[in-house]
């Protein structure tokens, strides 16, 4: 590790970070500017240097195999300027951490609350990001027990009635739940939103009249960010619906096949949808535990 005029720098705080922003390790540059990690397992990395005096560093993403002894690229250091220190980070970087405690936002600290963001200006997800939120928020254990309780009423009620009743019948009630749940969380929310650069989340508004926070809830079943930050037609959720309903053909009974089934997945996943913003636009916050900061202005 050098400065720009050659000199090894000792003393720099050095972390090794894993490609999607968590940390695995720290040390401190040897006297000769050296640093070295080992026992390292195999993946992405990155590492990133601060010393006093200099500019933040981050290096680029590298890949580690089994066995492999891999050598960082001369790390040069600039002096940082007097008046001013910024870090920067990679946006996956922060989008990660972002993520991370969204994943602990819950209503009454039981329901999952995962895709509601409290922070206006939060980074946007990389694709694999978009499908690690879909697979933690659909196989939560809450959203488990609900394929199990609405199985049931359907067992109650007769419908789809050609699946039969006993064991049997309520088996094939929970199998079609459980698929149905899961076709439509990853087609809405990591499918279609990686292939059109879509955000799948929605975003508190909190403040205003309560005619433009209910505005705001509505209109967001229908207009989501796209990946850059522009407003677009929520394109990933129509597809999705529909989508979801196309493949609920393949194991719903025969007499209740058809086109019906497909737009009617839609059109009962677009209310949801609807209700579920508004519940998050005059609820959430209030019920929800472990919420960050609201940093709209």
């Keep these: 590790m050098l400065d720009v005029s050659g000199a090894t720098v000792s003393g720099a705080e050095v972390n090794l970070l894993h490609g999607d922003g968590r940390q695995s390790r720290t040390m401190v540059s040897e006297a000769n500017g050296e640093f070295t990690f080992t026992k390292i397992s195999a993946g992405s990395y990155l590492v990133t240097v601060t010393a006093r005096g200099f500019a933040p560093f981050t290096s680029s993403e590298f890949a580690v195999a089994v066995m492999q ?24 970087m922060i989008a990660a951490e972002q993520i991370r405690a969204e994943e602990k936002q819950r209503l009454a600290g039981f329901f999952p609350n995962f895709y509601t963001s409290y922070v206006f200006d939060a980074a946007p997800l990389s694709a694999k990001q978009k499908f690690s939120l879909a697979t933690r928020g659909t196989f939560d254990p809450v959203a488990m027990l609900g394929v199990s309780l609405a199985a049931g009423i359907e067992q ?142």
């Design 156 to 297: 109650a009620t007769n419908a789809h009635s050609g699946y039969g009743q006993g064991a049997a019948g309520y088996s094939k009630r929970l199998a079609a739940r459980f698929a149905d749940g899961r076709s439509s969380d990853f087609l809405t929310h990591a499918v279609f939103p990686a292939l059109l650069h879509q955000d799948p989340r929605y975003y508190y508004q909190g403040s205003g009249s309560i005619k433009s926070r209910f505005v705001h809830a509505v209109t967001s079943a229908f207009v989501t960010r796209s990946d850059s930050g522009h407003a677009v037609p929520n394109t990933s959720y129509f597809l999705g619906d529909l989508s979801a309903g196309a493949l609920a053909n393949l194991y719903y009974p025969k007499a209740d096949r058809g086109s019906r089934l497909v737009f009617t997945n839609a059109a009962v996943g677009l209310a949801g949808r609807i209700g579920t913003n508004l519940i998050r636009e005059f609820l959430s916050k209030s019920l929800s535990t472990n919420l960050p900061g609201d940093r709209k202005h």
């Design 69 to 92: 002894a891999y050598e960082v690229p001369e790390v040069s250091l600039t002096v940082a300027t007097a008046s001013m220190e910024v870090t920067v980070r990679p946006i996956d």
